[in-house]
């Protein structure tokens, strides 16, 4: 088992930059693909961004892209999601996802474990 918590999700203005942690514990993290996925009021859950195990060749959903920089610390069990530029269709409630295959996919369902999420609400 994996347990992951999310934090860092606020109130920002657009064109104002949060960033949001994860830690994981239960599995080493080095073991482990993560990624980030959010999901807008009314509308299904997305891909934002996936880091390897190595964080070496990190991938993001164009919406993104730029924007959105995703890091991980394995000696700390802990990725991030660096956002800057945010806009308000940005606004979601963001969630840190695990999968011990250790590829990177970024469909919802390979994904095995999850976090709790955390808000980020972008004001125009």
């Known amino acids: 088992q994996v347990q992951l918590v999310e934090s860092g999700g606020g109130l920002v203005q657009a064109g104002g930059s949060l960033r949001l942690s994860c830690t994981t514990s239960?599995?080493?993290?080095?073991?482990?693909?993560l990624g980030w996925f959010r999901q807008a009021p009314g509308k299904e859950q997305e891909f934002v961004a996936v880091?390897?195990?190595?964080?070496?060749?990190?991938y993001y959903a164009d919406s993104v892209k730029g924007r959105f920089a995703i890091s991980r610390d394995n000696a700390k069990s802990a990725v991030y999601l660096q956002m800057n530029s945010l806009k308000p269709e940005d606004t979601a409630t963001y969630y840190c996802?695990?999968?011990?295959?250790?590829?990177?996919?970024?469909?919802?369902?390979?994904?095995?474990?999850w976090g709790q999420g955390t808000q980020v609400t972008v004001s125009s």
């Open positions: 996802a695990a999968d011990s295959t250790l590829n990177m996919r970024t469909e919802v369902a390979a994904y095995d474990y």
């Open positions: 239960g599995r080493t993290a080095s073991r482990l693909t």
């Open positions: 880091s390897s195990w190595t964080g070496a060749t990190p």
